[in-house]
């Protein structure tokens, strides 16, 4: 049988995708390829579990289009198909004058990209949230928190309900492009297997560089591999906090620091750092993979990046190996935590295309060849923003096809 598409990728953005190309094409055969048992298994099963409003991204990016629409979307699709969320809000706590400064900027951005916050003085935040500390705060009213495995599950099922072709456990090792078709190689149950489609999306997440070298595109990024790590409060603190509590970022680091996150099973999470990653998916204490080292540091934008955050990279390791150092930067918005109250919890990997000159890609980036199109880089919030990702892509699709 030959497939009008076949999609590789059984995270969210991947079964979002072949869910909507099934959507908009009903008459045409729609195939989903996932290498693990299960749907959801690295990026979508390892965050923290937030629908994000979009508050960091710079007004008219893809990230703060798909996000504003995602936020609706994801909870729309949550209430339909009876999948729990809670609306419970967030709160970026300033602690210093000058995260006073750039809670200000931060708020100042929010209002450009229309989304619904309010300044609070240290009074106001000290009535919604009485164990945390803090000059002052925004807060965000439409974040929420859902258990992505869970959405991503349904809509798989939403997707061969309505004819799709979904199949688990079929590792892509080889892609062979043709005038006419694509072939795509997996092993199954350590049985090579071959399928045969007339157009050919990837949704790789960590492997998406390694994907679009099978066809031979020529690229000029590669994933590099960062690792959120994250702790789990005592049950006791289960009500520890009535929304989730974030640091205000540092604009100059990539990443938006440790917070307090409420998860939908009534526990309290803390994390994540990002620290480098030596695996890709490496989600255990000890993570070496010798490839995936290989790959690194024979790739100049790896040197590149590492040099520029040298000093906030030595520092976000020091800290993953000294608890200490890490319950600090909880502390300084919530003091009543200490190091015997951080009980470890699975960590995730970012999946970060970095440049080779050394620059984070912080959009979304596509590499093509006349009968594939491949997500390179699917920055957070893709979670929140997986169905209108999706639409998006579909979209891409069809224009490559008319």
């Not at 693990?36 to 990230?63: C, D, M, R």
Request: hydrophobic content about 35%.
């Amino acid at each position: 049988m030959t497939y009008d598409y076949i999609v590789i990728g059984g995270g969210i953005v991947g079964v979002s995708t072949a869910w909507q190309l099934q959507q908009r094409f009903p008459d045409k055969k729609v195939l989903l390829l996932e290498k693990e048992a299960v749907f959801s298994k690295h990026q979508t099963g390892h965050n923290s579990g937030v629908i994000h409003a979009g508050v960091y991204y710079a007004p008219g990016s893809l990230k703060a289009t798909f996000c504003k629409a995602g936020v609706q979307a994801t909870i729309s699709f949550c209430e339909e198909n009876d999948i729990p969320y809670n609306q419970c809000g967030k709160l970026l706590v300033a602690t210093t004058p000058l995260e006073v400064e750039r809670m200000q900027a931060l708020f100042e951005r929010c209002q450009q990209n229309e989304i619904d916050v309010e300044l609070l003085s240290a009074d106001q935040l000290k009535k919604r949230e009485p164990n945390i500390q803090g000059l002052g705060a925004i807060y965000v009213k439409s974040t929420a928190i859902v258990n992505y495995q869970e959405v991503t599950t349904k809509m798989a099922k939403c997707f061969t309900d309505i004819g799709g072709e979904a199949r688990l456990k079929h590792d892509v090792v080889e892609l062979q492009e043709y005038d006419d078709l694509i072939t795509v190689g997996a092993i199954h149950q350590g049985c090579e297997v071959e399928y045969q489609g007339k157009f050919l999306v990837t949704c790789s997440g960590l492997m998406a560089d390694r994907t679009t070298k099978m066809l031979g595109i020529k690229t000029d990024f590669q994933i590099i591999p960062y690792r959120g790590e994250y702790y789990q409060l005592p049950e006791k603190y289960n009500n520890l906090v009535n929304h989730l509590i974030y640091p205000i970022p540092d604009p100059d680091l990539p990443f938006l620091g440790v917070h307090l996150t409420r998860m939908i099973d009534g526990s309290v999470t803390v994390g994540p750092n990002a620290v480098q990653g030596w695996k890709r998916e490496g989600y255990g204490r000890i993570n070496i993979d010798l490839r995936d080292i290989f790959d690194m540091i024979t790739f100049p934008g790896f040197w590149r990046v590492t040099k520029k955050h040298f000093r906030s990279g030595l520092v976000e390791t020091k800290n993953s190996l000294w608890k200490p150092g890490y319950l600090k930067l909880v502390q300084k918005y919530c003091p009543q935590i200490t190091v015997d109250d951080l009980k470890r919890y699975p960590a995730g990997i970012r999946a970060q295309a970095v440049m080779r000159d050394g620059t984070l890609v912080h959009d979304f980036l596509f590499a093509e060849s006349p009968r594939s199109l491949h997500v390179c880089n699917a920055p957070s919030p893709a979670a929140t923003s997986a169905i209108p990702i999706g639409e998006y892509i579909v979209d891409k699709v069809e224009d490559k096809q008319v």
